[in-house]
């Protein structure tokens, strides 16, 4: 589950303007542009309301460098380049609030992640040899030759770096991340806010 504050834009890049003045659900919206960072805020509040002494809830932060093609995305240690994980994400259903009273709007998402096992990440064939002389009674051999390494990192492609502060409390972690999209010199900021049941 994800919530992102943010600003709903329409056709011509400008922030939603509609006739009402209560929140309301709105639909055919062109983008969901993010304009707040929310680390400070929960950062602030979870220092107020958690008593992290009791040992009750932690804290965990990394950072990850994503490169994303269509629905796949590998994840990379930003610090040593090693590869970390590759995951399919699904969007199933999004909710866009427009908040007329107030300076940001609200986009809830739920999304499905699968690990992926491809061509580039293959699950391992074992084999059995069952031939006279083979391994038959002594084990099973594993067949290697079908695996094939991911691309590094620094094979290119569209990058997101992200660091990612993780509040872990019983069955829930909460999720708030820093992403700066693109490869150039001034890549784009966005922020995000995740609810995770473990």
Known sequence: IELRFCVLTDDHSQRLRLP???PAVVTKVKSAEAQLNPLQ??????????P?????????ETHTKDRKQGPVRDSFDASTGRHLER?????????????PRHRLDLRFAVNQEVPVFNEAMPVVPVVADLSPSGSAGRGISVDTSAA????PLTAGGFVRDKRRTSFIAGPFQFDATEVRSGNGPH?????ELELEGR
């Open 87 to 99: 995951i399919k994400k699904q969007r199933l259903a999004v909710c866009d609030i427009y908040c």
């Open 187 to 191: 890549p784009a900021v966005s922020y």
């Open 148 to 151: 094939s390494s991911i691309p």
């Open 20 to 22: 009402i003045d209560s």
């Open 52 to 60: 992290k002494a009791a040992g009750a809830a932690s804290i965990v």
């Open 41 to 50: 805020l929960l950062n602030t509040a979870w220092g107020y309301h958690v």
